[in-house]
């Protein structure tokens, strides 16, 4: 039986190949702001579009047409470069944390009656978020962003586990894709790959873990 799949920010980059990577034997309900025709192409999909979870109303629309999920991956995600000027500095971070942290934390808690029993949540960060590995600084929204998420899913993770429902924090690499300006080690479709792999090892016992999506653990 195909299990239900939420994956945000579907239309494009890693979300987009875990969309296709996924779509083989399972139903993806593909959340996104706008369709692309990449998208589109992809079978067992069930585009959810105008949907940016930043705002309320757009998450209350999209959990209108969810059904009850088997996993849900919180992808969609913003990196924004520092900038000189101190007010747009300022702004710059709270759009940031807004988008990477806080919008996934509350999309998540409002999905939560729509878990299936053993339900798994994987919050997409970065080893950017960790402090014991920053070693060169600057980024400061996506470094702070990464790191109150990583927080956030340690919290929602303690909050779950009676209800056997894990949460996990999930690093895919340094991937090619817009937001890195296509630089990076993997494509989105290798990256995807080891995601979903790392994905279907990850149990209740390591519910609030911090991953490698090469399959190590990373330091907080």
Not at 21 to 48: G, Q, S
Not at 170 to 185: A, F, L
Request: net charge neutral; with cysteine.
């Amino acid at each position: 039986m195909m299990k239900q799949v939420c994956i945000t920010g579907a239309n494009r980059g890693i979300g987009l190949a875990l969309t296709r990577y996924l779509a083989d034997n399972n139903h993806i309900f593909c959340l996104c702001r706008k369709r692309a025709d990449d998208l589109v192409a992809i079978p067992n999909t069930t585009i959810i579009e105008d949907i940016d979870i930043n705002h309320h109303s757009n998450r209350l629309a999209a959990i209108k047409q969810l059904p009850n999920l088997d996993l849900v991956i919180l992808n969609a995600g913003i990196l924004q470069k520092d900038s000189n000027e101190i007010i747009e500095h300022e702004q710059t971070l709270q759009q940031q944390l807004q988008t990477n942290a806080i919008s996934p934390l509350i999309f998540a808690r409002m999905l939560i009656p729509h878990l299936k029993p053993n339900a798994k949540i994987v919050l997409m960060t970065s080893r950017m978020g960790s402090m014991s590995d920053n070693s060169s600084g600057q980024l400061d929204g996506y470094r702070m962003s990464k790191a109150a998420l990583n927080a956030a899913g340690c919290n929602l993770a303690h909050d779950l586990k009676e209800q056997g429902i894990g949460v996990f924090l999930i690093h895919p690499g340094y991937i090619k894709t817009e937001m890195t300006n296509n630089q990076g080690y993997l494509s989105p479709e290798e990256a995807a790959q080891n995601i979903c792999k790392l994905i279907s090892t990850l149990t209740l016992e390591n519910t609030g873990q911090f991953w490698h999506a090469e399959g190590h653990k990373l330091p907080w």
